[in-house]
């Protein structure tokens, strides 16, 4: 199983992640993204900054555990994970907005690996969270919940 994140997604969830430890007294997320991120700006122009932020921030979502929030929460459920070939997480902005569903149209799947998936009888997940979520103690209680429902469907 295959989980993909919007690299937006990535960006907020770290950039406000790092600001929020720091206001409660603990600078070490802050340290940690200026020690990588300061010499990009040095490093590189303007125009080639992009690539290397957004490989920064999928190195920092995987390194401080983010990533493996949802990988956890479908270890809970090995049926549904063992018949789900993709993940797509993106953000939203308010919490009414959350959900969890069976993808119904791929949209940004690739033609081709969404024809392997059906023809694997796998399917597609969609996942719409808002960034806090990730650093919420109730992120996983969530998860569950709403892998329970999919899982239902499935």
């Not at 007294?25 to 303007?46: M, Q, R, V, W």
């Not at 956890?72 to 063992?82: K, N």
């Not at 997480?89 to 392997?116: P, T």
Request: charged fraction near 35%; glycine fraction near 6%.
């Amino acid at each position: 199983m295959e989980i993909r994140f919007q690299p937006a997604l990535l960006q907020e969830v770290i950039d406000s992640f790092a600001e929020k430890t720091e206001r409660e007294g603990d600078p070490t997320y802050f340290n940690e993204f200026h020690e990588f991120a300061d010499p990009i700006y040095e490093k590189f122009s303007l125009d080639d900054r992009d690539p290397e932020f957004k490989r920064l921030y999928q190195h920092l979502f995987a390194k401080w555990g983010f990533a493996d929030i949802l990988r956890d929460a479908f270890d809970d459920f090995p049926v549904l994970r063992d018949k789900t070939g993709i993940v797509l997480v993106r953000g939203v902005l308010k919490e009414d907005q959350e959900g969890v569903d069976v993808l119904r149209k791929w949209g940004v799947v690739e033609e081709k690996l969404a024809r392997q998936l059906e023809e694997g009888e796998k399917k597609g997940v969609g996942i719409k969270l808002i960034p806090r979520r990730f650093y919420d103690p109730a992120c996983t209680r969530y998860l569950r919940h709403e892998l329970t429902h999919i899982s239902d469907m499935l």
